[in-house]
């Protein structure tokens, strides 16, 4: 049956058009039910005659129509094992998907689970379903009319088979019409109750579903101002009274916070929590700024939400006198929400006497967000476990956001839950890869083909090696060097060839596209790509054939580059050292084998290339790092040390380097409005500021007009007797950076490719697409571009590779603060049982703490020193990077002595603590303790001359 579709809409000059479709109503769509033999089979039916929960509502077998409100505020008790066997219509699927894009894909997930049998009826295309819009109906009444009325149709379909049909729904009006026409109806919560067996699945129902409003809570009055409409903040913002921006949560102060708008090059600082009014950390928020006169600096106060008071003062500032800070920035307060972007979170329940009580607060692992009151009747199990949070929403008579349970992930303090606590919290994909992924994986015994040698070059015979930290098993990445008779010599930097298993379009590339890039914890790797892949038939492993991406240059013994290739290419490798075992070769001369004598030739163009790009402005920049030794059977760490770099190191990289600019480059001379590339924007002049005052009050002068200028400032900042000062200095300098990115050469300028710690004009990633997809992207463009791969739609159009790149920023971030978590609980579990002192020294000071950073182990702590304000005085000179407590000085850069230990007075919050041991502060510092680490290491006994008075 045919039917045509009549309605006007507005264009972007305005004009009003007229649009008529024609729509097509079918007779011959399934029901779903597995007993309906009236159906045709066109499509499989799920629908069973058995739920896994009873209900006490119905004598028989029930099946569930959700409405649109459910899906949208109940996804948690839809994906609950025990609800089965639910209708979800069409016309509530085309409302999902326009509203909440994420919790469409959530509800389609759960519809392909067949254990989960959830069945979608079209009902805007069934002859018996589909209703016209009635004149003066709003959508919203039309579609649950639509609900209605294909709930009514499944009635009459099936009541031969003694089944009955329930609406869910949360809209009064709407079930109050379903009641009406002979329907049965209930809300969530009295059906939930009726389940036998599901006591629990109470604790999933949102706020909304339990009855909690503005007008409930807590019976509370007002605390907040009320958010101004979308409709009033959008023009507020055409008007420029009001400001866009993304709202960052202080880490260090939670009555501070930062919202960066297009309007100012500082980011606008939102203090106290009547100004912050319910925003929450990645909101995207409407900001007043406030005139000048009330501009102000951030406090250089640590202060955490340590109180338990719904009567806590909302117009408190943080502590300090921020209005004559030297770092004055625009400051304003937020005035609405533009888009929320909760997410489920990660914590603990705060800890209480009365477990039996159902109202508990929620304390997140992430310590930006705020706590969130939940109701649950498990937290006499709870209390010891991490478990899962959702946001429902943040009602103005509330101290802190609505929210509830959603599932237990572990005991708390067990080294796996806490893993996949850390894994959670940066949205790391880590479940195992699915079939369909698996299914394009190569047949194991696998060997290359004979055409390959036709397409591609063999460099089998060439000395080729990789060099890579001890225990990698994802080789991508090998070197050759050879002496040519003209006095030249040739390199070769071989990759492996990924594209050639990962092809455009399959679920194994959508799923590499997903995950983005490879995670490494201290204790395990989550691949990007299945490991039959990343550690077997693209790792360059010794003395095995592999397929590889190869770039030729032949090059002067100055490093200049005389011509260049890429192919594809055949390689096998003649070794797989460590930078340890490749240090050994080079440094020993006697050793005269071709594999010696390439590697000192590659190490010795490395050198050159370096100091090249050094000379260009390239920075040499610092971060702690640590390894840590992990026990086979406990996986525990048991020793911890920083990392020691060799001039293998240097080398590895200088190549890596090379071959990535020259492909950046290439592809994008190529491929001019879809190259993907990676810049790193120049910082704002004002990001030195506390690099450039730090460095004075020791007499540096640090010019950062130019990354070269930086460059030089930083290899001729010295301080006699203090080598750790210089790496201090550049620690400090990475703090002030942007984040480098990738991006699409179509969507900027060609000013803005350069890239600013690297100090080249173009620059990408090529080598390693074994873990990072845009390499894997790199290379189909590279291969595209020498004729030995063909390009396709997507790859070729600059918005679907814009929106590629902001994934790959995203999983890239995400990857960098994962393994930092990971690295921080492993040196917890290290100390657990531990109390030592150590030499550290002060990064930043703060005006009530300090952050030290312990070098033996690359640890970085703040150390509070509130516990004195009321026995001495504080004398907080910001510019001077300067805390004067009583007659002792504390300034960025000097040595202290600090106590190292694991708090564990509170189960549900152990962490690693640091206190002061020297100077000595009256009620601060702790007497110093020496304690043998294990029966490998000595005592350390720090030097106590650091402390300066």
Excluded at 115 to 120: A, L, Q, T
Excluded at 580 to 587: G, S, V, Y
Aim: with cysteine.
């Amino acid at each position: 049956m045919l039917k045509a579709k009549t309605f006007v809409k507005k264009t972007k000059r305005g004009n009003i058009i007229k649009v008529v479709r024609e729509h097509y109503l079918r007779d011959d769509l399934s029901c779903g039910s597995l007993l309906c033999q009236k159906c045709p089979n066109l499509s499989p039916a799920k629908l069973s005659e058995k739920q896994k929960a009873e209900s006490s509502l119905f004598s028989k077998a029930h099946y569930l129509v959700i409405d649109t409100n459910v899906a949208l505020h109940q996804i948690d008790f839809l994906e609950d094992r025990n609800i089965t066997d639910v209708i979800v219509l069409q016309t509530v699927l085309q409302e999902v998907r326009h509203l909440n894009d994420s919790l469409y894909k959530r509800i389609r997930t759960i519809i392909e689970n067949n254990s989960k049998r959830f069945f979608v009826l079209c009902n805007e295309h069934h002859r018996s379903t589909y209703i016209d819009r009635e004149p003066n109906e709003s959508c919203n009444d039309r579609n649950d009319r639509a609900i209605r009325v294909a709930t009514a149709w499944y009635e009459e379909h099936l009541k031969h088979l003694d089944i009955d049909i329930v609406l869910l729904t949360n809209d009064r009006d709407n079930r109050d019409k379903a009641i009406k026409a002979g329907l049965k109806s209930y809300q969530v919560l009295d059906y939930v109750k009726s389940l036998k067996g599901c006591e629990n699945l109470v604790d999933h129902l949102s706020v909304q579903e339990k009855g909690d409003n503005t007008s409930t809570v807590h019976d509370k009055k007002v605390m907040f101002d009320e958010h101004l409409s979308l409709y009033d903040i959008k023009m507020g913002i055409k008007s420029n009274r009001y400001h866009q921006g993304k709202f960052e949560a202080s880490r260090e102060n939670y009555l501070e916070g930062f919202v960066s708008c297009t309007a100012y090059d500082k980011q606008v600082i939102i203090r106290g929590l009547k100004n912050l009014n319910r925003a929450v950390h990645e909101d995207v928020v409407a900001i007043e700024i406030f005139p000048k006169s009330q501009w102000v600096g951030a406090s250089g106060t640590v202060q955490l939400d340590e109180k338990i008071d719904e009567e806590e003062d909302l117009n408190a500032m943080p502590d300090g006198d921020a209005q004559n800070s030297i770092y004055v920035r625009p400051t304003g307060r937020v005035i609405g929400i533009i888009k929320r972007n909760w997410r489920n979170y990660c914590g603990v329940l705060l800890p209480t006497d009365n477990t039996e009580k159902t109202r508990h607060i929620f304390i997140p692992s992430e310590k930006r967000i705020p706590r969130i009151r939940i109701e649950t009747r498990q937290a006499d199990v709870l209390m010891s476990h991490r478990i899962i949070v959702s946001v429902d929403c943040w009602p103005r008579s509330s101290r802190y956001p609505l929210g509830h349970f959603i599932r237990d992930i572990g005991p708390m303090g067990d080294r796996e839950t806490e893993e996949e606590v850390l894994l959670l919290e940066h949205d790391i994909p880590h479940l195992p890869f699915s079939k369909s992924v698996l299914d394009c994986l190569p047949k194991l015994p696998w060997s290359i083909a004979d055409y390959e040698f036709v397409l591609r070059e063999d460099l089998r015979n060439t000395c080729v090696c990789s060099v890579d930290p001890p225990g990698c098993t994802d080789i991508d990445d090998a070197l050759h060097y050879k002496s040519l008779p003209n006095g030249n010599c040739e390199v070769g930097v071989h990759i492996a060839d990924l594209s050639h298993f990962v092809r455009p379009g399959t679920a194994l590339d959508l799923e590499a596209q997903k995950r983005g890039t490879s995670v490494y914890l201290c204790d395990k790797r989550i691949d990007m790509v299945p490991e039959v892949l990343s550690s077997n038939l693209c790792s360059l492993r010794a003395n095995e054939d592999r397929l590889a991406f190869s770039g030729i240059w032949e090059m002067t013994k100055e490093g200049e580059i005389v011509s260049r290739r890429f192919c594809k290419t055949v390689i096998r490798s003649v070794a797989a050292l460590t930078y340890a075992e490749a240090q050994i070769l080079i440094d020993d001369k006697s050793r005269t084998d071709p594999l010696s004598e390439g590697l000192r030739g590659l190490n010795e163009l490395a050198k050159k290339l370096k100091q090249r790009r050094i000379e260009a402005g390239a920075l040499t920049l610092a971060s702690p790092e640590v390894r840590f030794h992990i026990d086979s059977e406990t996986h525990d760490p048991i020793g911890i040390e920083t990392k020691e770099l060799k001039e293998t190191n240097s080398m590895i990289e200088e190549f890596m380097l090379l071959a990535n600019c020259e492909v950046a480059r290439h592809i994008e001379k190529e491929f001019p409005q879809c190259a993907v590339l990676r810049r790193h924007p120049s910082p704002p002049l004002t990001n030195f500021d506390l690099l450039v005052n730090a460095a004075a009050v020791k007499g540096i002068q640090v010019k950062c007009s130019t990354n070269a200028e930086l460059a030089y400032s930083l290899e001729h900042a010295n301080i006699p007797g203090d080598p750790f000062f210089n790496i201090l200095l550049r620690i400090v300098s990475t703090r002030c950076m942007m984040q480098a990115v990738y991006f699409c050469s179509g969507m900027l300028p060609e000013e803005e490719y350069f890239h600013y710690g690297l100090a080249v004009p173009m620059y990408t990633h090529f080598t390693s697409p074994i873990r990072r997809y845009p390499d894997l992207l790199v290379h189909r463009l590279l291969a595209a571009s020498v004729g030995q791969d063909k390009t396709y739609t997507e790859l070729l159009d600059r918005n679907i590779v814009h929106e590629w790149c902001e994934n790959m920023n995203y999983r890239h971030h995400q990857a960098q603060l994962v393994q930092r978590a990971s690295i921080a609980l492993h040196t917890q579990l290290y100390f657990k049982d531990k109390c030592l002192d150590e030499d550290a020294y002060i990064l930043f000071v703060r005006r009530n703490a300090i952050v030290v950073l312990v070098r033996r182990y690359g640890l970085e702590s703040t150390i509070f020193l509130k516990a004195v304000e009321s026995q001495v005085d504080f004398v907080y000179e910001e510019d001077k990077c300067k805390l004067t407590v009583g007659r002792v000085t504390l300034q960025m850069f000097d040595r202290v002595i600090v106590q190292i230990s694991v708090e564990d007075c509170n189960i549900q919050h152990k962490k690693l603590r640091m206190k002061l041991v020297n100077p000595i502060i009256p009620g601060v510092s702790v007497e110093p303790i020496y304690v043998t680490m294990g029966n490998n290491d000595e005592p350390h006994v720090p030097r106590p001359d650091s402390a300066r008075h």
